[in-house]
């Protein structure tokens, strides 16, 4: 393997070549931080749990692991598929996604979990509908910005035209109900939109009525409501709503600078509920400390970062699926560990959104490693042509 170090003003800082595939070390080493510090986290939140529920205190670590292995999987399969396919292909997966919703709806094949249908039972495991139509929504985006960039910077139906089967999602996402789903698909896409040309005046107004929906879902669920007021103020009901977010604060507290220990957590112990899932974060602030978190916290926004350089290196060659679909990519990772780590520490109410590539679950962890494999095709794609435009210049300059 050798490496090459381009000046600073690049947008690849480091590039890796491995024969003809490109890769980027950095976001090489981001990603596979956060899965090395999750899977350690998840062992250390879960094996009281496992012991307790299923008498085996490995359940969740080594179904964790069988996750983990299935999303590599996924990730090398990502990183050796043209791109050419999935830009192509959007029409066709966003029907697959509607498809998908209605599914969890059909006794039989959906299943109903603490009154939200959500799931597919596919023998072997369930399968969280949201997880895949997230990326398929960025795809299909992504694609559609690309075959139509004139009519979405001069006209308002080049906006409201991809919206309508956004729209019928969106009202699937709700009816299960998944409102963080429908927030994290809602925001990334409108960012995609935006980077994408649309003007300025359009996107306020598709920004303020996504404001005003929100809204409005919030104040006519009562969960919803419930969770709003919590968060403002947990301790006005310390062992009911906010009996969750209240040991999240503890446990954070209880960190300090360098943590209690590794795997000395008190509040993991039946204290936080979904410890190993959604509040993975506040298991972490509480075993390894400020500095722990700190550390994580920089691992994404390096993850992060590279996905939007990677994007911004791609628009500089005049590629557009490939620059849009790389920061509609690093927007949905930005926005979703932003937020699982906000309601960590109290920032913004429950969401029920895991902390990518950490948090223990099936279908966020698969999926987000074909991310990660998705924004490594999206480099050496774009590596590649920028060689070839390269040495097409040196051949003209020497004909």
């Known amino acids: 393997m050798s490496i090459a170090m381009p000046k600073m003003g690049d947008a690849a800082v480091v590039v890796a070549k491995r024969g ?3 890769l980027d070390g950095w976001l090489l080493f981001a990603a596979l931080g956060l899965l090395s510090v999750g899977y350690v986290m998840v062992v250390s939140a879960s094996l009281h749990l496992g012991d307790r529920v299923f008498d085996n205190i490995w359940h969740y670590p080594a179904r964790q692991a069988v996750h983990i292995l299935i999303g590599l999987t996924l990730a090398f399969i ?7 396919v999935w830009e192509q292909g959007g029409p066709s997966l ?12 059909i006794p039989g094949i959906g299943v109903k979990v603490n009154g939200s249908y959500r799931w597919i039972n596919v023998g072997v495991a369930r399968l969280q509908v949201s997880e895949i139509v997230k990326l ?12 139509h960039v004139n009519d979405v910077r001069e006209s308002i139906k080049g906006v409201i035209r991809p919206m309508l089967p956004l729209g019928i999602v969106f009202g699937l996402l709700m009816a299960e109900p998944d409102f963080g789903a429908t ?9 995609m939109m935006f980077l994408g040309g649309a003007r300025l005046i359009e996107f306020v107004t598709l920004v303020l009525m996504g404001v005003v929906l929100g809204v409005v879902a919030i104040t006519s669920s009562a969960y919803r409501m419930e969770r709003v007021t919590a968060f403002r103020d947990p301790w006005a009901d310390h062992l009911g709503s906010g009996f969750q977010l209240i040991q999240s604060l503890i446990a954070m507290g209880r960190g300090e600078w360098f943590g209690v220990g590794l795997g000395s957590s008190i509040q993991k112990l039946f204290y936080l509920p979904e410890a190993h899932t959604d509040f993975i974060f506040a298991v972490l602030s509480e075993e390894l400390g400020f500095v722990g978190s700190v550390s994580v916290i920089l691992l994404f926004g390096l993850l ?3 996905a939007f350089q990677i994007g911004k290196a791609a628009e500089r060659l005049n590629l557009r699926f490939y620059s849009l679909l790389a920061y509609g990519l690093g927007v949905w990772i930005g926005l979703q560990s932003f937020v699982n780590i906000a309601v960590n520490m109290g920032a913004l109410p429950t969401k029920g959104l895991t902390l990518p590539l950490m948090s223990y679950g099936g279908s966020s962890m698969i999926i987000m490693c074909a991310v990660v494999g998705l924004l490594c095709r999206i480099h050496h794609q774009t590596q590649q042509e920028y060689v070839s435009q390269l040495k097409g210049r040196s051949a003209w300059q020497y004909a």
């Open 183 to 191: 927030f994290v698909i809602g925001f990334s896409v409108m960012c």
């Open 94 to 105: 966003i029907l697959i996604a509607i498809a998908l919703l209605v599914l969890v709806f």
């Open 136 to 147: 398929i929504c960025i795809l299909y985006m992504a694609g559609f910005l690309t075959r």
């Open 304 to 306: 992060i970062w590279r």
């Open 20 to 22: 003809r595939y490109y």
């Open 78 to 84: 990502g990183a050796c598929v043209p791109l050419k």
